[in-house]
């Protein structure tokens, strides 16, 4: 079965520095995708950034990238020059390809607090 | 504005009662899909659809029913509402391209039920 592992319940950051939150994934499928979603306090998800098993570079959406690391089995978040704003629940999540429907499996998250 | 719309965003039940948490979309998704988040724990998904008149279970179905009679409509019903049934729930859309390639999923904004 498919997991992602999600091993921060919290992290802090000040405001300007870059942050890492990792995520970690289990799959025996050759083909998967890998998902960055944030949730602000107000609840809604919101997609950040995605990373196909075959993508050979790492993905990058502005200030978000993804450190994807295939052998390991890791799809790290890096936030670089963190906002105030960026305080929320970070969620990883993998898609499963090889089956008629395409869902999504989450970890459990991070919470992430930018502070002045 | 096009998008996943759920209603209502909140609701208080008490245990017994019965209940649709409704979905719709207006992007001519073919799949759609039912999650239930708790604390402390990441999405998980309950029943999905891979199109009209087609559904199947998800993660963790029990005490829920869907259907899906058209392919904008994906309501979620509670038979008999359960304190465990307490949670924030999403309803998503995504689809595939011709060529076979994912599409991208959509969030609606959530429902958050309680169950006393």
């Known amino acids: 079965a498919q997991k992602i592992t999600q091993t921060q319940p919290g992290m802090f950051v000040q405001e300007k520095e870059a942050v890492t939150l990792d995520c970690t994934y289990d799959t025996s499928d050759p083909s998967y995708g890998l998902f960055w979603y944030k949730q602000p306090s107000s609840g809604e998800m919101i997609f950040l950034i995605y990373q196909g098993s075959y993508d050979q570079q790492n993905a990058t959406e502005g200030r978000y990238s993804l450190n994807f690391q295939k052998a390991r089995k890791s799809a790290n978040l890096v936030i670089s020059a963190s906002q105030l704003g960026d305080s929320a629940m970070y969620f990883c999540a993998m898609r499963e390809v090889n089956t008629g429907f395409q869902k999504l499996v989450f970890g459990t998250g991070t919470r992430l607090l930018v502070s002045p | 504005n096009a998008g996943v719309t759920q209603t209502p965003k909140f609701q208080v039940l008490k245990t017994g009662q019965s209940m649709t948490l409704q979905c719709a979309q207006d992007?001519?998704?073919?799949?759609m899909s039912w999650y239930r988040q708790d604390p402390g724990m990441g999405l998980r998904l309950i029943h999905y659809s891979v199109g009209a008149g087609i559904t199947d279970q998800g993660e963790v179905p029990n005490g829920y029913n869907v259907s899906r009679s058209t392919t904008e409509d994906f309501p979620l019903r509670l038979l008999s509402a359960a304190p465990s049934q307490t949670s924030v729930y999403f309803c998503a859309s995504s689809y595939m391209d011709r060529a076979q390639t994912w599409g991208g999923y959509t969030f609606g904004s959530g429902t958050r039920l309680t169950v006393v």
């Open positions: 992007m001519n998704h073919e799949y």
